[in-house]
């Protein structure tokens, strides 16, 4: 698991026991057997405090995963640039052959349906993919490590030729 998998799991985690204990607290004061009248003034701070804990939770978890969304890296100037155009049933990848060890930016676009792009390994080890819709450029960059043949497939149904629309990308 990644970086970004783990953080996530680690904050929805903690979000899950939170919300387990603040049911448990809404339950506990609700309980019927001990009934008091209700002091208006007290409820409304009390009102308040909640309303600052849930709001420092989400800008606690916000802070805590918006450095690992990969969204706006470029390759760099050492970087390998990737076009990839998707159409109904294969993609247009240049250039098709990259090095090890340095970042690819991927560019990619479609004029005719949405399209997801999944780039695999030979045991179809699922590295990354990215949707891609009409009218918009979608980019990703990732590096490749090995050097060899990777699987390229459209992971978003797309018509009757869905299951033909795939390619490679060669690491060398």
């Known amino acids: 698991m990644g970086t970004t998998a783990i953080a996530i799991a680690v904050t929805y985690s903690i979000a899950v026991v939170a919300a387990f204990w603040i049911a448990a607290g809404v339950w506990q004061s609700t309980r019927g057997h001990n009934r008091k009248e209700l002091d208006a003034e007290k409820a409304a701070h009390q009102e308040k405090g909640w309303l600052a804990i849930v709001i420092a939770f989400l ?18 100037p050492d970087g390998q640039v990737v076009d990839v155009v998707a159409r109904q049933f294969g993609f247009s990848i240049s250039p098709s052959t990259v090095e090890p060890g340095r970042k690819v930016e ?7 349906a949405s399209h997801a792009f999944g780039v ?27 050097p060899g043949m990777y699987k390229v497939a459209c992971f978003e149904y797309c018509g009757v030729g869905h299951h033909i629309m795939a390619s490679q990308i060669e690491v060398k």
């Open 106 to 112: 991927f560019r990619m676009t479609t004029e005719d």
């Open 59 to 76: 800008v606690t978890t916000l802070l805590g995963t918006i450095l690992l969304v990969p969204y706006g890296e470029s390759a760099g």
């Open 120 to 146: 695999m390994t030979q045991d179809n080890r699922l590295l990354f993919q990215a949707q891609i819709v009409p009218e918009h450029q979608q980019r990703v960059v990732y590096t490749f490590d090995e």
